[in-house]
């Protein structure tokens, strides 16, 4: 019967270690998933939305209640001592968040563009030595691989030379034609 019971209180506190591990991982997982979305621009911008519908709304509010307030004064009913919000701030923090949604927009272009980029230029997958019985029908052979990267080098060295020529034009030019 101590035996059983022992038994049981073992199991009831690896029941108890595992849920705290799992809660553990799903918290990590979560974590990681927040960092993730921080740097996806996709998602920031969807975050911003809102709080760019809010900014407007108060823009526009801002703008209204100044507007009844210099109305105000123009017609001789109120005095210029009450405060109203400022109109600039709120205009400035607009634009603040115009801008940070401008970067996300940009930055998402840019990934999409690396991304188009990439699969034009290196459209099929070579199949690791990890997974080998795992072998796509779009994947490439090794020395296919090793060809276009090949043909790669060949590229940039030519763009690199292209460059250093260009560089010794310029500088050949920066330098006074009686001097030589």
Known sequence: MASQQQQAVGQISQVGISQTASMQQQQQ???????????????????????????????????????????????GVKSSDTSVQRFDKSLEEFYALCDQVELCLRLAYECLSQSIDSAKHSPNLVPTATKPDTVQTESMSYAQYLSMIKSQISCAKDIHNALLECAKKIAGKGQPQGIM
């Open 29 to 75: 997982q979560q974590q990681q998933l927040s960092q993730q979305q921080d740097f996806d621009p996709v998602h920031r911008f969807k975050m911003l939305i809102p709080q760019l519908k809010e900014s407007l709304q108060n823009l526009m509010k801002v703008a209204a209640l100044n507007l009844t307030h210099n109305t105000s004064i123009d017609n």
